[in-house]
């Protein structure tokens, strides 16, 4: 298997004419027959319609390349690429599931605002990835359809939730693929996949049609090969939505602008007594030689403290299956979704959930149900809650030291298929790292930085401002280009 595509190299060849984008979605979708019975990275491919879709694109292709040629631009839009959507994204007249036996049948009447946005950036959309159910899992373990294993080792995670959209890219099946983050789902798969991850600050990218985990932390970003490309993304993706009251009102920006590879006179922090349970030391050493690498391209390293950082995971396991467990109580058998009928309704209400759900997904609703009940309110959400803004206070004091924040995604690279199930508070666990970005709805991204001596990605975590998204990626690019070496293609596929 040769070195995936980029975005930015394939809207080169066909702003030349050296291809057109059928081309590419041919070759996409070849990848995927032939290397997505291994891997399970899809739910559904939809080839025909995508197909159809090039083939409308390549009769523009001409009229696209001379309006290149009139703005000055080298690439314009997503003309031709082909991506995919986790499937907790709603697509209209296309099944979409959240992975999740309750909405195993459903087929939305309308489209998330980041579908409509690339159908009208004119990418071609080849299917639907697959996630831990509802979004709700590191490992993509939890979904109730199958499996999906990582491309650099196949008895490995490849992460989660958003497990299938990081092997998708990983593997080459397409050059970028969304997903979403709502305590570290698009950043600890792109670190156990070797790609890029990021996620976006809080309200940058419109929510509207992403299937609701937790609505205070959830946000929408690109998985990529590279940091050029996750900013071309995110470019198509973000803006205010007004069916969205939680988008921020913000003016769209060329993302890609500050990608000079210069990271002279920025300012990266550090956090010395950082520690995890299961720390692999050839993760930390790794994240050591990339902010080394950054301070000898001219950055200035310093110091900085997230002392309530230590209690992000315990916060973000009160706060999250709270709004699970309002968010979920929808999915009733009554208005759509999946419904087993029963003797009374509350029988038929049972039923639906206990047969609709998987295990994982009934531990948060029982968690957050539990945290949000009379008496137990104030000691467990509100308190939540208040260490909350302490963390983001926290964030807000580092920040008048730095530009960004520099330290692991993960704790480990990935880990072994049921190696975690057995004790879900080991693989909650994992998060340490970056569940505190989503508290204090802050932009991060993971960039890999190196492999472990099993062949396995290590990866790059980098934090900043809120809707800094700029300084963010012109710093992971500029490691990006530092590094001195490309990521191997994945050997699980070899053979």
């Given amino acids: 298997m040769g070195k995936p595509y980029t975005v930015k190299q394939m809207l080169v060849s066909m702003a030349s004419g050296d291809t057109q984008p059928s081309d590419w979605t041919q070759h996409s979708l070849g990848i995927i027959e032939n290397t997505d019975d291994k891997i399970g990275a899809f739910l559904q491919v939809n080839g025909e319609q995508a197909l159809q879709r090039a083939h409308q ?20 839009g997503l003309f031709g690429i082909p991506y995919a959507l986790k499937d907790n994204m709603c697509t209209k007249g296309m099944g979409t599931t959240a992975a999740s036996q309750i909405l ?30 509802f979004a709700m899992g590191s490992s993509t373990e939890h979904s109730a359809f199958q499996k999906t294993h990582n491309p650099y080792n196949l008895n490995r995670v490849p992460g989660g939730s958003s497990g299938g959209s990081a092997a998708a890219v990983a593997a080459g099946m397409v050059p970028f693929a969304l997903g979403s983050d709502t305590g570290g789902s698009i950043r600890q798969p792109a670190a156990f996949c070797g790609v890029v991850g990021l996620k976006p600050t809080y309200g ?34 973000s803006g205010p939505d007004p069916l969205d009251s939680t988008s921020a ?28 349970v299961g720390m692999d030391p050839q993760v930390m050493t790794a994240v050591d030689k990339a902010v080394a690498v950054l301070a000898g391209a001219g950055a200035q390293v310093v110091d900085v403290a997230l002392p309530h950082s230590a209690y992000a995971v315990a916060s973000y396991y009160l706060v999250a299956p709270a709004e699970a467990s309002s968010n979920l109580a929808r ?51 509100k308190r939540a809650q208040q260490m909350r803004t302490l963390i983001r206070q926290d964030f807000d004091e580092a920040f008048q030291k730095c530009d960004v924040i520099a330290m692991p995604t993960t704790p480990s690279p990935a880990f072994a298929f049921e190696e975690k199930s057995a004790n879900p508070l080991q693989l909650y666990l994992d998060d340490i790292f970056t569940v505190p970005a989503n508290l204090a709805g802050l932009p991060g991204i993971n960039v890999p930085c190196g492999m472990s001596n099993e062949g396995l990605p290590m990866g790059l975590q980098l934090l900043g401002k809120a809707f800094d998204e700029s300084t963010l990626l012109q710093v992971a690019h500029g490691y990006e280009q530092l590094r001195g070496f490309t990521m191997p293609s994945p050997h699980g596929l070899e053979g």
Avoid at 343 to 368: A, N, P, Q
């Fill in 57 to 76: 694109l390549d009769d523009q292709a001409a009229h696209w390349r001379a309006s290149l040629s009139t703005t000055g631009a080298t690439t314009q």
């Fill in 104 to 133: 195993a049948n459903y087929i939305p009447p309308y489209s998330a605002t980041v579908a409509e946005k690339l159908t009208q950036a004119n990418g071609v959309m080849l299917g639907k990835t697959n996630l831990d159910e």
């Fill in 204 to 237: 940058r990218v419109s929510r509207f049609g992403l299937i609701a985990f937790a609505s205070s932390l959830d946000q929408i970003g690109p998985l990529t090969q590279t940091v050029e490309d996750a900013a071309l993304v995110l470019q198509y993706i």
């Fill in 249 to 276: 009102p913000t003016v769209t920006e060329d993302f890609t602008r500050l990608l000079t590879g210069e990271v002279k006179g920025l300012r990266i922090g550090i956090v010395r007594d950082i520690s995890a």
């Fill in 331 to 381: 999915y009733d058998g009554v208005r759509y979704g999946r419904r087993v009928e029963g003797e009374t309704l509350l029988d038929m209400y049972e039923r639906t959930r206990s047969e609709g759900f998987g295990m994982e997904v009934k531990r948060r609703i029982m968690i957050g149900t539990y945290a949000l009940s009379s008496g137990y309110y104030d000691a467990y959400y």
